[in-house]
Structures are given as C-alpha cells and as structure tokens.
Nanobody, 121 residues
Framework: QVQLVESGGGLVQPGGSLRLSCAAS????????MGWYRQAPGQQRELVAS???????NYADSVKGRFTISRDNAKNTVSLQMNTLKPEDTAVYYC???????????????WGQGTQVTVSS
C-alpha cells in the first residue's frame, strides 16, 4: 500500500512564503514523476509544478518565478517552496507521484490527501 502524506499548509499573508512537503511510503520500486496540483473552490484541479526523476521541471505560468519544486529521490519526498504568495494561490494543494510498486509493473498515479493553503490578510 502506497501512501503520500503532505504537510506544510496553512494561513499566510499576501507576499509571504510557505513550504509544502510530501513523503511517499509503502511498496515503492521506482518513482517517475512527482508533482503538485491545486484545486480552488469551484475550480478544476490544475497542475502547479512537476519534476521528473531526471530533474526536468514544469511550472504553471501563474507560479513561474515564485514557486520552486524539488525532490529527494533517496527519501521519496517532494517539496514546493512558495514565495510571494497571492490571494489567488489559495487552494487545496495535492501531492502526486507516478510510481511503480514492483519491477515490470505499469506506473500508476498516487495522490495525497491534500493540504489547505490560504493567502489572506
């Protein structure tokens, strides 16, 4: 059983910073892509940032220059450093990992439970 557990959400004032972390545990053979998505009330879930096992990053235009994604392959963790936060960044943030549970199996997407980020004065 694979689990992704996020931490680090909370309330922050506009212009502030937060760091989200996500740890994957359980039966893991190999993790391919890891990423962060977010979903605001009444909105669809959207990609915030992703990072391949080879280090290639992809960011939503709305967060470029403000957010930085990183991962520790040895610890199966992924983090999202969020700076210069804006009220429109308010959402539930979800960690995602595309991984294999065993050699030769098809990679599957796993999701964390989500962590609330609220940017408000």
């Amino acid at each position: 059983q694979v689990q992704l557990v996020e931490s680090g959400g909370g309330l922050v004032q506009p212009g502030g910073s937060l760091r989200l972390s996500c740890a994957a545990s359980g039966s893991i053979f190999s993790i391919w892509n890891m990423g962060w998505y977010r979903q605001a009330p009444g909105q669809q879930r959207e990609l915030v940032a992703s990072l391949t096992s080879g280090g290639k990053t992809n960011y939503a235009d709305s967060v470029k220059g403000r957010f930085t994604i990183s991962r520790d392959n040895a610890k199966n963790t992924v983090s999202l450093q969020m700076n210069t936060l804006k009220p429109e960044d308010t959402a539930v943030y979800y960690c995602s990992a595309e991984l294999q549970e065993a050699a030769g199996t098809v990679p599957y997407d796993y999701w964390g439970q989500g962590t609330q980020v609220t940017v408000s004065s």
